[in-house]
């Protein structure tokens, strides 16, 4: 059964069957690596349509996610001449140029790894879903995150012979967390065991892929930039669940601090403020590592080939950027052109966005009356890749002396707090029925601090 399309795929005779062939080995993987309960039960999910507007791409549906097809679908390019880069003005290509070809094929196949890897790392969390909406939301972001690999598998097969083929089959055979024959990216061998981690790493990872995908959606290779197009209508969902999601955990949390006047909420059934921000240290190091080093030669040759660029850059200006460069045991910062700094760009323009989310987050709590405020750790802190890799820097970027490193792991969840954690995930489906962890899913800070401050003779 050909796939639901908008590209013409019932005219493309060998890429239908090549793309048929395929569909059978993802079942396969789905049934094997996907979700395991739930797939016959009825839901409310989006799905394409096949338009190609921010308006009607997709349309909500009841039914069970066992009946969701993956699709394949494109959004037209704004012009068909190349952006930036080496060859701008140019014809976009819709083949593959041969000097670009090996570029090409590694970016698409990282794109591709790191959307299945998403589901794998989080397919327990159907065990432990605190609500109904957010069963259907994880059940949302499976489907999504399986539609994004098939969105870079297509262009695998399409353009990249032998080697296409190859590279889709290898998507299909690594394995998060494996240590044989893990995923490319070491973020992505993490598994997400608890809702708290999921909502952190919707709310930072897949704003990492927010960025990654817009940086690929006016590529000089023109199916490229038409897929990360359509995938960019899909993508901010899954940051919303992250945001929204930690919102509810906070607000809960909020609530429970200010009745019982204490930190110490474990035993009142919420997660404490602490605890929270040390879940936050542990993810975001590993989510800075997904932009890569900070002077990469290999963006550099992206952003030349017309494929890859930051938000808001054109790369043509004398722009200088200071980026940290490995010296011995330390560091020193240098500056280089813009065009050699994509990926602290890209980081960087990254952390002023969440930060921009927990000042919102801290001024409700100090309207609220609860004196705690959480931080986002510096882009030096616990890094395993880049120049700083191994380095015992601290959450506020400074280096520690030698023989003081174990202090770094007061920064992150004891085996006692995690413990504690999962002990609270209990899974509650009850209709209108919400653990006790998390607040219902219409719950803001912001109501909270408006509902506070109103008189009762007004309420």
């Given at each position: 059964m050909i796939l639901p399309n908008n590209i013409g795929l019932d005219e493309?005779?060998?890429?239908?069957?090549?793309?048929?062939?395929?569909?059978?080995?993802?079942?396969?993987?789905?049934?094997?690596?996907?979700?395991?309960?739930?797939?016959?039960?009825?839901?409310?999910?989006?799905?394409?349509?096949?338009?190609?507007?921010?308006?009607?791409?997709?349309e909500y549906k009841t039914m069970r996610p066992d009946e969701y097809r993956w699709g394949l679908f494109m959004v037209p390019m704004d012009q068909d001449e190349i952006a930036f880069g080496d060859h701008r003005g140019k014809k976009a290509w819709e083949e593959v140029p041969s000097e670009y070809r090996t570029l090409l094929l590694q970016h698409i196949c990282v794109q591709a790894d790191v959307e299945n890897a998403a589901v794998e790392q989080s397919r327990l969390l159907t065990q432990m879903a605190p609500s109904n909406p957010d069963l259907e939301n994880v059940f949302q972001f499976f489907l999504e995150e399986g539609r994004h690999t098939w969105a870079m598998v297509h262009l695998l097969l399409a353009h990249f012979g032998e080697d296409g083929v190859v590279e889709a089959e290898a998507l299909l055979e690594r394995l998060s967390g494996d240590p044989r024959n893990p995923r490319l990216l070491e973020a992505f061998n993490y598994p997400t065991e608890d809702w708290l981690s999921h909502f952190m790493w919707c709310l930072l990872a897949d704003r990492v892929g927010k960025y990654q995908i817009h940086a690929v959606t006016e590529a000089s290779f023109a199916p490229l930039a038409r897929a990360a197009k359509f995938m960019m209508f899909e993508e901010p969902l899954h940051i919303a669940m992250g945001a929204v999601g930690l919102e509810r955990v906070l607000a809960r949390t909020a609530e429970v601090t200010l009745r019982e006047g204490t930190f110490d909420t474990f035993h009142a059934g919420a997660i404490p403020f602490p605890v929270v921000q040390k879940y936050l240290n542990y993810w975001a190091p590993k989510v800075y590592d997904l932009f890569g080093n900070d002077g990469s030669e290999r963006s550099n040759e992206l952003f030349r080939a017309g494929l890859r660029r930051p938000r808001n850059f054109v790369g043509s200006e004398s722009q200088i950027v200071r980026i940290d460069e490995r010296m011995g045991d330390g560091l020193t910062v240098v500056e280089v052109e813009g065009e050699w700094a994509i990926n602290a760009i890209m980081r960087r323009q990254f952390i002023a966005e969440v930060q921009t989310l927990i000042d919102r987050w801290n001024a409700s709590l100090r309207a609220l009356g609860v004196d705690f405020q959480l931080y986002l750790p510096h882009e030096r802190f616990s890094r395993t890749y880049g120049p700083c890799a191994g380095l015992p820097f601290d959450v506020d970027g400074k280096l520690l002396p030698r023989g003081t490193e174990a202090k770094l792991a007061e920064y992150f969840p004891t085996p006692r707090e995690l413990a504690n954690v999962r002990s609270l995930m209990q899974r509650e489906l009850a209709p209108g029925q919400y653990s006790s962890w998390i607040a219902p899913s219409a719950t803001r800070l912001s109501a909270l601090v408006q509902g506070r401050n109103t008189p009762k003779e007004h309420e």
């Open positions: 493309r005779t060998q890429l239908a069957r090549q793309i048929s062939s395929y569909q059978k080995k993802f079942h396969v993987w789905w049934r094997e690596r996907g979700p395991t309960e739930f797939l016959d039960r009825q839901m409310r999910l989006r799905t394409p349509t096949g338009a190609v507007s921010g308006v009607d791409w997709a």
